[in-house]
Nanobody, 126 residues
Framework: QLQLVESGGGSVQPGGSLRLSCAAP????????IGWFRQVPGKGREGVSY????????WYADSVKGRFTISADKAKNTATLQMTSLKPEDTAVYYC???????????????????WGHGTQVTVSS
């Protein structure tokens, strides 16, 4: 299974910004969405955002709406998640993923997700 290549993340103070990037080398994204999940220890993985390569639709979890912005560069097969006004509760490991849009929304079900990144830590702390 081809892996996604993630970069970005790190540590920042509350109110700060970080950017995550995800590359999908050799993967056909035409019919799928690319986006991010996040997970904190002891909790389940939750969808954060996706962008569809099929119809350019975008979705954000309510908890990040207005603060995070997702974009894609179809020519380079990459996606970026710009995170601003970060809060301590945004602290998590963020995973890039490719799959049908509905797989990012609602109760976590990995069955439809086709590709994953290795995960990158985002820490928001003063």
């Amino acid at each position: 299974q081809l892996q996604l290549v993630e970069s970005g993340g790190g540590s920042v103070q509350p109110g700060g910004s970080l950017r995550l990037s995800c590359a999908a080398p050799g993967i056909t994204l035409k019919y799928y969405a690319i986006g991010w999940f996040r997970q904190v220890p002891g909790k389940g993985r939750e969808g954060v955002s996706y962008i569809s390569y099929f119809d350019d639709s975008i979705w954000y979890a309510d908890s990040v709406k207005g603060r995070f912005t997702i974009s894609a560069d179809k020519a380079k097969n990459t996606a970026t998640l710009q995170m601003t006004s970060l809060k301590p509760e945004d602290t998590a490991v963020y995973y890039c993923a490719v799959g049908p849009p509905l797989a990012f929304v609602g109760p976590y079900d990995p069955q439809g997700l086709r590709h994953w990144g290795h995960g990158t830590q985002v820490t928001v702390s003063s």
